[in-house]
């Protein structure tokens, strides 16, 4: 009979589970990471998680929270559309303005987080309708429910915390996985594929141009060299190739991270440009841009959170040039970025820019 008189007794808010089997003291992959994926059941490991800049597995921080609401002013009775839902980090804040008569209507083309968002969201008093679409589709909805427009449409562009920190989904060079990349799994191409059929030019130019990569040639040619032996398919793979491709061992890079904590990793580039072009973000984000005026009520707020150059100077531009046109009243003139205190407590929303701007 065990012996619970030194406080080792059931609680029955614990359920004994047995934990996954992980080498070293500390749960290192986002499987074995137990605790994180039970927040709810271990309270503490929130406050611990969060004190060393991470993110709890499985969840996302919304990014520019209050900068986002006090640009796009939610107002009791408002209709929003969250183009792109992810944990519903910002969702859940717009709820509590637009009380029981607004309504939220969600879009992502991720359909593996969708029922724990719509879940979580439910529990307020709005109304809420979740779709799994591409966010081209936010027009579609208004013309189906004959409704005129949005008061405010917001989109958080790039992946969620949960699909970067997921080795299955790979995003990550941190993780070893197989190099898929697609947030919507109906897309036929992954990043492997890609790497398969992108010639060495066609494959410099993207490092080039998409990310200003500095070894684009270099990486290029190593990507063709290895992939003549056998094909590249895990994110472990490819980071190996890209350390060589840049003379870099793993020794100077881990002195490099002691020097500057910040430092880029030498596969993010490459791991940034893959992705845009397996999701084909920057078209997405075209056709986004084209439709909202028509999708906005007058006087609506549009709000976009970029963290890519590219993107963000396509924001700009439109917004600009919506204002000259006259479909928009207003827009940013500077983009809107974290403060040292989101910076340092979420890593993550370190290379965010936000602008909006207003239906006329
Ligand atoms: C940065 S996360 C959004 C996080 C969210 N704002 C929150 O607070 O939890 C971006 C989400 O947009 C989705 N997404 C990316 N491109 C999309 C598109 N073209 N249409 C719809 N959803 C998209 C991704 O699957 C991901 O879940």
Redesign the pocket.
Known sequence: MPDFSQGDAPNPDRPHRRRPRYRGTHPRHFDERYKEHQAETYPEIVDAVRARGATLAGT?V?VLLAEVMAALAPAEGDRIA??????????AEFLKHIGPTGWLFG????AA?LGRTQQRLAASFANISVHR????GIGKILAANSLDGYDIVLA?????SM?VDDPTRGFSYKHDGLLDMR?DMRRSRTAADWLALLSAEELAKALAELADEPDHARIAEAIVARRDRRPIRRTSELVELIFRAKGLTRRMWREQTGRDPHALHPAAKTFQVLRILV?D?LE?LKGLLRIAPTCLRAGGRIGIISFHSGEDRLVERAFRDGVEQGLYAACSDEPITPGPRERFDNPRSRSARFRWARRS
């Open positions: 996302h919304p969250d183009a792109t839902l992810g944990y519903g980090g910002h969702a879009f992502d083309v991720d987080q679409s591409h966010f081209a958080d562009l790039g992946v969620s699909q947030m999701n973000e997405s």
